[in-house]
């Protein structure tokens, strides 16, 4: 963008511009409605403490040698080399990502502060903006960073439910000289850069820094759902029944593991498991057409479909013989079963009894 370069010094990432730029933001440094000249994100450790933020930041922006009037300073704990820098024409949108400390509006804050980090979102525009446009943009930004992490199913870490972003998420929106906007809303084409831009280099960043990829395994995206390896193999050996001819229960815990972490890279089970999930969500939100919440919760014997998800994986992994295994797990529900909603008791369940049912067959049959 001419007349607006970004760069690296230390651990702080700065944009700077040749003239003062119009700005919005919640920065802890300058923030509010301000002019500046220089925008800077920087680095600080994940364990980081101080009494006075401002008093800190004032003493980097003094070290960097930029004035303190004609600078907005952000912080986070993110590697700043990993930023996701998008310039499309006239938008300039620098993004640092992490999402150690993810939460959804309205949980209850109640995050450890051990590796905090956070989504700073930077979009400077080739143009000027009237107090409508500047706050059009914020919005548009924001829903756009929400619709990322939708994307790429981040989850709280306080309540499990998709994220919308991090307790700790700044944004800032600077405008140059130029093209005046009166509106920038999603009905409007800077809008429409704004939010594509802003969507792409909040899924980058993350990327980046925290190596969260949509096509993840299923086991990754189990243990974010809470469900870990070792919860499926404790949970199968609850029920099960040794006999000195299948070897040491050492040797049954690894078979029982390998026969999980293979069936957990198909990509029928992971299509299953994914839409108990799906569906175990709408539930809890009432959006299951004839079953209003609090009878969802109750887990209702006229409810058959989780049922049906459980049988359908315990039977493609192991046939009858896992469906016969997922209806002592069901009856029982030991372990991780015993904690999970009316369909994912269901559909794990058929995971453990199908892999379970697998396990017995493999073990007898290499004793033989």
Not at 98 to 113: F, L, M, Q
Not at 135 to 164: H, M, Q, Y
Not at 248 to 275: G, M, P, Q, W, Y
Request: proline residues 3%; neutral net charge; contains cysteine.
């Amino acid at each position: 963008m001419k007349g607006v370069k970004v760069y690296f010094k230390k651990n702080t990432l700065i944009i700077e511009s040749e003239l003062p730029m119009e700005v919005l933001s919640s920065a802890i440094f300058n923030g509010g409605r301000t002019k500046a000249k220089y925008i800077i994100n920087h680095r600080v450790p994940e364990n980081f403490t101080h009494k006075d933020v401002h008093d800190y930041m004032e003493k980097v922006v003094r070290e960097l040698g930029l004035p303190l009037s004609e600078t907005v300073g952000l912080l986070t704990g993110v590697d700043i080399h990993k930023a996701s820098i998008i310039n499309d024409s006239d938008v300039l949108t620098v993004v640092t990502a992490g999402v150690s400390n993810a939460a959804t509006a309205g949980d209850s804050i109640c995050i450890d502060k051990a590796g905090v980090s956070t989504i700073n979102i930077i979009v400077v525009i080739d143009g000027s903006f009237s107090e409508n446009a500047f706050i059009d943009a914020i919005i548009i930004a924001t829903e756009a960073k929400t619709l990322a992490l939708s994307s790429l199913d981040i989850r709280s870490r306080v309540s499990g439910r998709v994220a919308t972003g991090t307790t700790t998420d700044a944004i800032v929106v600077a405008c140059k000289s130029g093209v005046f906007h009166n509106f920038s809303g999603a009905a409007t084409q800077i809008g429409f850069k704004i939010a594509k831009n802003v969507f792409n280099a909040v899924v980058d960043a993350i990327k980046r820094y925290e190596g969260i990829t949509n096509s993840r395994p299923l086991l990754k995206r189990l243990e974010e759902w809470g469900i870990t390896l070792d919860d499926l193999i404790e949970t199968a050996m609850e029920l099960y029944i040794h006999h000195p001819s299948m070897g040491s229960i050492e040797d049954v815990k690894k078979t029982l593991r390998e026969i999980l972490l293979e069936t957990l890279h198909d990509v029928n089970i992971a299509s299953l498991i994914l839409a108990g999930k799906r569906i175990e969500e709408d539930g809890e939100r009432g959006l299951i057409p004839g079953l209003p919440v609090n009878e969802f919760k109750k887990d209702p014997v006229y409810i058959l479909a989780d049922e049906i998800l459980g049988m359908a994986i315990a039977n493609y992994i192991a046939g009858s013989r896992g469906i016969f295994e997922y209806y002592r797990f069901d009856r029982v529900k030991p372990g991780i079963l015993k904690k999970l909603g009316p369909f994912m008791d269901d559909v794990i369940g058929g995971l453990i009894g199908g892999a379970s049912s697998l396990m017995y067959t493999k073990l007898i049959k290499e004793k033989r």
